[in-house]
């Protein structure tokens, strides 16, 4: 099945053309054109989704899931086109295509599944108590209800499971909220056929066409137009620092502020503990060089640092992770842009006063090989913009003292979607000392792993303190991330008829 993208916005069900248009950068094949979203588009697409909230936010679970499980659906109808132009536009193999739309459909039905539970609506009911004194008790009700039409931001390194039909989006619905999609310029085929999964998905579940829209561009304007306008409630974004940061500040300037729900990045730090350094370094190191460049590096929880008491231990892992890492071949990053700031991020860590060179390759347009750094804890301490994201394979060996110096290293990092320790039984009295650093730092906390590979369930937290998101309570992957798109309402004395059905 091969697809011949038209390159036109979806806009309440109808797919229309604009004057501007981009041209696709894939990483192999035929460029193409696409048309970019105009201000129009835009504000007719919120409000259709306004419009369409008056009926999808009151819908059932029962035809929310159906929804979601309907979605689903269409997108494994379209499998073999989604891993075509998916592979062409991103250069990504074909299998990590096909893990990575089972993912999408997966998380698609988990939400269908747990809506239909009820847990995340957060039932509270306190009896009325007419009798009580010194005053009676009114009957109060809580329940978590849906907040209105939402901004999703596609992202660049994960086409399809943080993109079109991804976490934000799947969780939107589940809420009941309607979407509008600022498509990523990285791959925008596939995010029009993913656009068209759901579009079906809409007709056939028989649901107002406001409930989705897809609008693609590959400048500032869209996204721009997108969170300032006034019927958007919240935005789910995954992306770069900068991009991230410039659009949190326009949601805090607008007239009504909305929240602005950004995952933006982090180094992910492993802490090697000396007693697990001695007795398994050569695996970790192995371990960790898997970890590094899996994906070009091109993941936000890829683990850029790790932090080490300095000797011969620390002496036998920096060899042991260097000779992995030269096994590494060159690999296509995601765009010319990524592969471009991946070079001027590796040329600042290198021209930093204290690091030295273990690793030193090239990227070559898109095509990338690993670099390794090394410093001590001292220098670390003195240069901040080490513990800034380099978006690729890239890793710094971090030589620290003594067991003070990694604590003090610890506390001195910035916000983090993951920390890892390695260790063993004789590592216990560290590893809490450092924990409750760590847990204050951290969205998740490792042990004896690697953070790449993030588990879709109740349980997982894809967050963390600035500027790892910029709303540390909220998670992007897992059941829990629903809870952005809700907000707790009491009812007070209203008879059972005005209550909402759940």
Not at 180 to 190: E, F, L, Q, S
Not at 207 to 231: K, M, R
Not at 247 to 269: H, K, M, T, W, Y
Not at 449 to 464: I, L, Q, Y
Request: charged share 20%.
């Amino acid at each position: 099945m091969t697809f011949m993208p038209h390159g036109k916005q979806l806009v309440a069900g109808q797919w229309v053309a604009s004057d501007a248009s981009f041209q696709s950068q894939p990483a192999q094949g035929t460029p193409h054109s696409y048309s970019t979203g105009s201000a129009a588009q835009v504000d007719a697409a919120c409000r259709a989704a306004e419009e369409a909230f008056w009926s999808f936010g009151y819908s059932s679970r029962e035809d929310r899931a159906r929804f979601l499980n309907a979605i689903a659906d269409e997108i494994e109808a379209r499998a073999e086109a989604i891993t075509e132009i998916g592979t062409s536009e991103t250069g990504l193999p074909e299998a990590r295509l096909n893990g990575e739309r089972g993912r999408t459909t997966g998380q698609l039905r988990l939400f269908a599944a747990h809506i239909l539970k009820g847990d995340y609506l957060d039932r509270h009911h306190d009896e009325a108590l007419p009798d009580r004194q010194p005053l009676p008790r009114p009957d109060l009700k809580l329940v978590q209800r849906p907040i209105g039409p939402i901004a999703v931001f596609g992202a660049s390194n994960f086409p399809l499971a943080f993109s079109t039909a991804g976490g934000d989006t799947a969780s939107a619905f589940a809420a009941g909220c309607p979407v509008v999609v600022r498509g990523h310029p990285a791959h925008p085929g596939t995010g029009e056929i993913v656009a068209e999964a759901i579009s079906a998905a809409v007709k056939s579940c028989d649901l107002h066409p406001g409930v989705f829209s897809f609008i693609q561009g590959d400048g500032y304007e869209v996204g721009q137009a997108l969170v300032q306008h006034p019927l958007i409630c919240a935005v789910g974004f995954t992306g770069s620092l900068r991009g991230g940061r410039a659009l949190f500040d326009l949601c805090a300037q607008r007239p009504v502020p909305i929240p602005f729900f950004g995952e933006l990045g982090s180094v992910n730090p492993m802490f090697l503990l000396p007693a697990a350094l001695s007795g398994k370094g050569e695996a970790i190191a192995k371990g960790w060089a898997g970890s590094l460049t899996m994906g070009a590096g091109q993941f936000c929880t890829n683990p850029g640092l790790v932090i080490l008491v300095d000797g011969p231990d620390a002496d036998a892992f920096a060899q042991a992770a260097t000779a992995a890492l030269k096994e590494v071949g060159k690999q296509t990053m995601l765009t010319d842009g990524i592969a471009a700031a991946f070079r001027s991020g590796s040329q600042l860590v290198a021209d930093t006063t204290g690091i030295r060179e273990l690793i030193g390759t090239s990227c070559d347009t898109r095509e990338a090989s690993p670099y390794l750094f090394e410093t001590t804890g001292e220098a670390w301490l003195e240069n901040e913009q080490l513990g800034e994201e380099v978006f690729g394979p890239l890793g710094i060996i971090v030589r620290v003292k003594d067991e003070a110096q990694m604590i003090e290293i610890a506390k001195s990092l910035d916000g983090q979607l993951t920390c890892t320790l390695h260790l063993e039984e004789g590592d216990t009295a560290l590893a809490r000392t450092l924990m409750p650093v760590l847990e204050r730092k951290a969205g998740r906390v490792l042990a004896n792993g690697f953070p790449t590979g993030v588990e879709v369930a109740d349980a997982m937290v894809h967050g963390g303190p600035y500027p790892a998101s910029t709303n540390f309570g909220a998670t992007s992957v897992g059941t829990l991330a629903i809870r952005r798109f809700l907000r707790p309402v009491c009812y007070q004395n209203l008879p059972d008829a005005l209550m909402p059905e759940s």
